[in-house]
């Protein structure tokens, strides 16, 4: 396409990309983790990039967020303490805080510059940033884990880039092995899982296998649309070791004090029955 | 992007575009109707674009075929007689035609060139052409349906190309109640209905209503995710006079005796859960 006024992203291995029209680009910086990128579009609010991928944009975050953050905390009986590893946008962070049963929730993002700029061109998405319950620390998200008092976490949302560069080892047996140790008997992890066409039997597969062998037992794959991600089709992964995450508090959930733009609680049902070609690549 | 091996589709009133990754143009013709090009893509099999818009891949059309059909087939208490408006590509007919109730299956499309080009480089998609119960006729599917014994027709599946051109006229309330007249007391009609995120509040809502002046009553619209459609998320929306679209067939499909890649049965029921946002927008 021979038009300087899109921002094109490039999907190589499947030969496809996606493209946003631009009115100007906000602003630009090399943080020390990666290139950081803000436009503005011309018909979904602001962008933001990082190191040339899709991050966020205002038209259709809620899809994404809204996922990685209502169906696990309807999931766990009471959560109460949540850690966001990632998310710096802090639009996930937000959605937590919806839960009047959350007391504290943590927000660690290894690059401080994504929240200072999300706070400038995402103010919606930080609208909750100076709830009392939100907690920062900008780090290592995998130090911090290994850090957290054993057992002392109810929900670990893994709200990552893809797994090469900086987020590859919040992938592995390592890092599930530390999040299992944070986590209450009642424990529940969940991570952004990549794309269901191109990785049901590659990133997801391989996930969950390193889930299980870190000691994970139940795990529940949500597809769900993101319209600037590889193939406009997303998921996330909830994972415990002791408690059901086909199940969840689907009267709670119906009767939310909150409102939300995608999420509803039959939605949430509706989203664990997977497709008949990932039923067969997950065995779940 | 200045990059020549890329098809790109700009969707202008929404300032996003998608591209596929092309190794060779197979084919370029003007019909009767419309522009038609072939190409073989790098990692999404072959693709067929009209006038300009990307209208199927081998790689993903599963999806819309599949939900296309097979709800409103496992809906329809016992259907035998199907007609396909559109749907040139086969890949609709394909799927009507795994159920042994179907005893009458039709392909009416305006453009022969469309289904010849797809025998030709679509072979998997046009490999039930031969079933005994299927049927061809090419031209106007407005006359052909207006032409029907009324009452003679349990599904009609409309599958067509965007509201504008020449699938204009079938998103209105004359086409409707043409609909109407030829379906069974128990028909249902199935619309393939554009993008939720981006026509929630626009076509599919103004369909719907042209539906409802037309003398339906009930209706269910399904969302489901289409990678090379505008924002990778895509619908259909089934009407009935007199039957509930919201039940089906459950055990059927649960049961059914043909393979499928994306359908089943609570798959199915899923998709019937609406996000938020569309429940709001459609007041289904």
Same mark, same amino acid.
């Given at each position: 396409?021979?038009n300087?006024?899109?921002f094109?992203?490039?999907?190589t291995? /499947? *030969? ?5 029209e631009? /009115?100007e680009k ?10 950081i990128?803000?436009?503005? %579009?011309?018909?979904? +609010?602001?962008?933001m990039? @990082?190191? +040339?991928?899709y991050? &966020? ?14 169906? &696990? ?5 009471n959560?109460?303490?949540?850690? &966001?590893? +990632?998310?710096? #946008? ?5 959605? &937590?805080?919806?839960h009047?049963n959350v ?10 510059r ?6 400038q ?6 609208s909750?940033?100076? #709830?009392?319950?939100?907690h920062? =620390?900008? *780090?290592? *998200?995998?130090q911090w ?15 990552? %880039?893809?797994?090469v560069?900086?987020?590859e +080892?919040?992938?592995?047996? $390592? ?33 969950? $296998? ?11 794959t @949500? ?5 600037? =991600? ?16 086909n199940?969840?508090? =689907? ?7 909150? $409102?939300?733009? =995608?999420?509803?609680? #039959? @939605?949430?049902?509706? $989203?664990?029955?997977?497709p008949e070609f990932?039923?067969? #690549? @997950?065995?779940?």
């Open positions: 396409m021979n300087d006024s899109f094109t992203e490039i999907w291995p /499947e *030969g496809s990309a996606f493209s946003l631009i /009115e906000l602003h630009e910086e090399q943080s020390e983790f990666q290139k990128e803000i436009y503005r %579009t011309r018909h979904w +609010g602001n962008l990039v @990082l190191d +040339g991928c991050m &966020v944009t205002d038209r259709d975050n809620f899809l994404y967020h809204e996922m990685m953050t209502h169906p &696990v905390l309807f999931t766990h009986t959560p109460r303490k949540v850690v &966001v590893i +990632g998310g710096g #946008d802090c639009g996930a962070l937000k959605e &937590v805080l919806k009047p007391t504290e929730a943590w927000q660690v993002e290894i690059d401080e994504v929240t200072r700029l999300s706070e061109y995402f103010p919606d998405l930080c909750s940033n100076s #709830d009392p319950r939100a920062f =620390y900008f *780090g290592d *998200g995998i884990i290994k850090d957290a008092e054993p057992g002392s976490i109810d929900i670990i949302i893994v709200d990552s %880039t893809d797994p560069g900086p987020a +080892g919040l992938f592995n047996k $390592a890092f599930f092995e530390t999040c299992l140790r944070a986590l209450g008997d009642n424990g529940i992890l969940v991570q952004q899982s990549e794309s269901p066409l191109f990785h049901s039997q590659t990133i997801i597969r391989d996930m969950i $296998a390193e889930m299980r062998q870190a000691g994970f037992c139940h795990f529940q @949500l597809p769900f649309p993101q319209p600037i =991600y590889p193939s406009g089709w997303w998921s996330c992964t909830m994972a415990s070791k002791n408690v059901s995450v199940e969840f508090r =689907y009267d709670h959930a119906q009767e939310k004090v909150f $409102a939300t733009h =995608y999420y509803n609680a #039959d @939605l949430h049902r509706g $989203a664990m029955a997977l990932m039923k067969r #690549d @997950l065995e779940q």
